[in-house]
C-alpha cells in the first residue's frame, strides 16, 4: 500500500533511556526491559548527556529524595545539547521539573507490571517516531513543536486488530490518556498522532480514522493534528495508534 524506504531499520538518532532510584531495578524485571540503549554514564552529570539526541527520564515520586534527583538530572540534560528530553515521573501529584513533564499516578494502575507497561509503550511511540523512518514521515521538529513552551505531556498507545481496528486503538489510546487527565480532551491546542501497522494492513483509510476519533474526541476543534505512519511487519494484524499531547 506504501513504498517502503530503503532506510526503514536505520536509526537516525541517540536515544537514551535513564533511571533513577529503585525504578532501574524494577525496569530490567521488565521482558521488554533490553530494546531500548540506557544512558552511559550518571544521569546528574551533564557529560553523560551530551551525545544524546532523544532522552527519558524515569523516577519515582513515592521515593522522596528521587524528585530531587529528577530535578537535577533535567537541568543537567538541559545545560547540554540534547534535542528532546522527556522525563517521566511516578507520582500521584504534579510536580514542577524543568523539562515537559509526564506523570503517572501509580494509583491508577493495577500494578508495577501495567505501570511501567504504560512508561514502555510511550517511550516506544516516541522512538518510532524520530528514530524510524516512516511512511508518512514525523520526526523530532513535529515532536518538539507539541512539547515546545508545556510543562505537562499526556502521551498513551493503543493496539487492536479485525474490523475497526484504527479506532478501536484510538479509543484505547485515548482511554489511556484520560487515565493520565481526566480533563485530556479538553487541554492542548496540538496533538501528535502516529499510526503503526504491517505493509499489507496499514492504508490511508485506516489513518483517517485513527484521526477523525482523535478529531471527534477533542472539545478543541481547531486543535491541530499532525499526523504520520510507520511500518512494523511485527504487528501483522494489529493497528498500533499513538497519541501526544502537551499541556
Not at 502516529?194 to 494492513?201: I, K, L, Q
Given at each position: 500500500m506504501f513504498e517502503l524506504n530503503e532506510n526503514m531499520d536505520k536509526e537516525l538518532c541517540n536515544f537514551r533511556v535513564a533511571f533513577i532510584g529503585k525504578t532501574a531495578e524494577i525496569w530490567k524485571q521488565q521482558t521488554f526491559a533490553e530494546k531500548f540503549k540506557l544512558l552511559d554514564g550518571k544521569p546528574l552529570e551533564a557529560a553523560s548527556w551530551r551525545r544524546v539526541d532523544i532522552g527519558f527520564l524515569i523516577a519515582d515520586a513515592r521515593e522522596k529524595e528521587d524528585v530531587d534527583y529528577l530535578k537535577k538530572a533535567a537541568a543537567a540534560a538541559n545545560n547540554t545539547c540534547i534535542s528532546l528530553l522527556i522525563?517521566?515521573?511516578?507520582?500521584?501529584?504534579?510536580?514542577?521539573?524543568?523539562?515537559?513533564?509526564?506523570?503517572?499516578?501509580?494509583?491508577?494502575?493495577?500494578?508495577?507490571?501495567?505501570?511501567?507497561?504504560?512508561?514502555?509503550?510511550?517511550?516506544?511511540?516516541?522512538?518510532?517516531?524520530?528514530?524510524?523512518?516512516?511512511?508518512?514521515?514525523?520526526?523530532?521538529?513535529?515532536?518538539?513543536?507539541?512539547?515546545?513552551?508545556?510543562?505537562?505531556?499526556?502521551?498513551?498507545?493503543?493496539?487492536?486488530?479485525?474490523?475497526?481496528?484504527?479506532?478501536?486503538?484510538?479509543?484505547?489510546?485515548?482511554?489511556?490518556?484520560?487515565?493520565?487527565n481526566e480533563k485530556a480532551q479538553s487541554v492542548g491546542t496540538s496533538v501528535l498522532l502516529?499510526?503503526?501497522?504491517?505493509?499489507?494492513?496499514l492504508s490511508m483509510y485506516e489513518i483517517q480514522e485513527a484521526s477523525e476519533t482523535i478529531h471527534d474526541w477533542m472539545e478543541n476543534k481547531q486543535a491541530a493534528i499532525i499526523w504520520g505512519a510507520s511500518i512494523d511487519e511485527s504487528l501483522d494484524d494489529v493497528i498500533r495508534v499513538s497519541i501526544l499531547i502537551g499541556e
Open positions: 522525563p517521566i515521573l511516578i507520582s500521584a501529584e504534579q510536580i514542577d521539573v524543568p523539562a515537559s513533564l509526564m506523570t503517572i499516578n501509580p494509583k491508577k494502575y493495577a500494578g508495577e507490571s501495567e505501570l511501567y507497561k504504560t512508561i514502555y509503550d510511550a517511550i516506544k511511540s516516541i522512538y518510532d517516531v524520530v528514530c524510524i523512518p516512516g511512511l508518512v514521515n514525523l520526526d523530532l521538529c513535529d515532536v518538539q513543536a507539541v512539547c515546545k513552551d508545556k510543562k505537562k505531556l499526556l502521551l498513551a498507545t493503543g493496539e487492536a486488530e479485525g474490523e475497526r481496528a484504527s479506532i478501536i486503538a484510538a479509543m484505547e489510546a485515548i482511554n489511556k490518556l484520560t487515565k493520565q502516529n499510526v503503526t501497522g504491517s505493509e499489507a494492513n
